[in-house]
């Protein structure tokens, strides 16, 4: 299975420099030619570097160098240089990737949605090598620690609302880890349950009260006049909270849309461009 493309003048120094890169010796990968380099006009002058496959080696090569290889030829291939910093184990099932890169706005993309399509994609070639699905995290410059805080943020402000006024509330729509964040964060609360709504990758989360027998027997009795007036002060507290919860909701946003600003302007990468840098 192919994980690098490296330029060389020969074989040895494609899988030294192939070595190097991913953090191996040489003898838990191959190299194949790809391209031969030519020589100088008339044959004088320095001859161009070979374009070399870089091949694993059945039970030699790690499954981090395999991970890191396809990090890097991906990445390269979109027309992004990228460092692999880390690559560890954080649960059972789960390998997380660390990466930098000077142009990771363009990585990242309007809210985290290029990284999470970069992460389905690696998780399929991975694939092609463990023969089973991965669970690869894919992260670049502590992005989805950064995103992490503000949606355990932004739902306890949603919980708050919601034990205030008794009303449910939805938010918007999340990819299945931003999920299991706001799920993962609201779970001691026992005033208030989160449920997933919709259909596909993308879901939002409605946060509700959990309401008590004596409560919801309280919600069919008649209300005297006093309890009318009460009701609407709370309307207008209801207002003021959920101006509030918008208003953060906007924040977050317009921070991460300044943060992948240049995306937009950014040229696409078609896949004749891909092909002819092959």
Known sequence: MQILEIQAQNEKEALQIAAENLDISTDEIQASIQKKGASGFLGLGAKKPSIYQIDTIENKTSINAVIKGIVMTVLNKMGYKVKVIKIEKVEEDKIYIEISSAQAAYIIGKRGKTLESLQFLINLLVQQYTKEPPKLLLDIENYR????????????????????????????????????????????????????????VYKRIRIKLVKSESEKNLDVVDKSPDEDQADFADSQEEETIASEITNDSNEIITKENNQAEKVETEPAVSAETIENNN
């Open 145 to 200: 620690e950064k995103r992490e805080k503000q949606l355990a943020e932004l739902a306890k402000k949603f919980a708050d609302y919601v034990i205030k006024t008794g009303r449910s509330r939805l938010m918007d729509q999340l990819n299945p880890y931003e999920r299991r964040v706001v799920h993962m964060t609201l779970q001691e609360n026992e005033k208030i349950s989160t449920e997933s709504e919709g259909v596909g």
